[in-house]
């Protein structure tokens, strides 16, 4: 059983630049929530996705949009990149919401 | 009062000892308090986790003690082996985790 996956491993981007992150979940889970880490800090909470909706989002610009698809994987997009937004972006899922959360290895993304 | 204070923010023990990291908490809607462990490179990994009714958990090494009217919750690591260094998160749930800064534990020979 695969655990939660998640494309790319490693990107590079520029700022002012657009990207997109990929999750899918464990199998059998569908609920998936994003977490942006900064080198040395805790993940924080970027936003929720259950049943193709945005359930929860954290303190985040609107930049940073999500979205979930029919089979319970999810997407995270970045829009008009800063420098600051470069860090380890996670994906976790869980079963259903406010079950226990597995995470994958996590997309670094380095804005330069 | 959604944040979780973690320390220390590193350790060093040596092998066989003890390792014992600390949270506190202030929002008491936290339903659910998880420990992780996170390797270089690699995401974080659920250890072991406490609800709020219970006092200690135990699992193999690891045990969390939780303390409800003080709203802290900590970390024990038993017979410490070199394989623990890593970094551990607490973290607390409400709807979404909430996540500590993090303990870098360094277990040496």
């Known amino acids: 059983d695969a655990g939660v996956t998640q494309s790319p491993t490693h990107l590079i981007k520029t700022r002012g630049q657009q990207v997109t992150l990929r999750c899918s979940p464990k199998s ?3 609920t998936v929530s994003w977490y942006q880490q900064a080198l040395g800090q805790g993940p924080q909470f970027i936003f929720q996705y259950y049943e193709e909706e945005e359930r929860q989002r954290g303190n985040f610009p609107d930049r940073f949009s999500g ?15 800063l420098l600051g937004d470069s ?7 869980s079963l259903v919401p406010n079950t226990e959360a597995f995470f994958g290895q996590g997309t670094r993304l380095t804005v330069v | ?7 220390p923010q590193s350790l060093i023990v040596q092998k ?3 390792s014992i990291i600390n949270c506190a908490y202030e929002n008491t809607a936290f339903d659910y308090f998880p420990w992780y462990q996170q390797f270089p490179g690699k995401g974080p990994a659920l250890l072991i986790a406490i609800r709020p009714d219970v006092s200690e958990k135990k699992e193999g090494r690891f045990t969390i003690s939780f303390n409800k009217s003080a709203k802290q919750f900590s970390l024990h690591i038993m017979y ?4 623990d ?3 551990y998160f607490c973290a607390a749930r409400n709807e979404k985790l909430t ?5 870098r534990l360094t277990i040496i020979p």
Do not use: M, R
């Open chain 1, 28 to 30: 059998g889970h569908d």
């Open chain 1, 67 to 81: 979205h979930q698809f029919p089979n319970y994987s999810s997407e995270l997009n970045v829009n008009a990149l």
């Open chain 1, 87 to 93: 860090a380890l972006y996670l994906c976790a899922s």
């Open chain 2, 1 to 7: 009062q959604q944040q979780v204070k973690q320390s």
């Open chain 2, 16 to 18: 066989g000892g003890i």
């Open chain 2, 80 to 83: 410490s082996q070199p394989g």
């Open chain 2, 85 to 87: 260094s890593a970094t």
């Open chain 2, 99 to 103: 996540f500590g800064t993090g303990t």
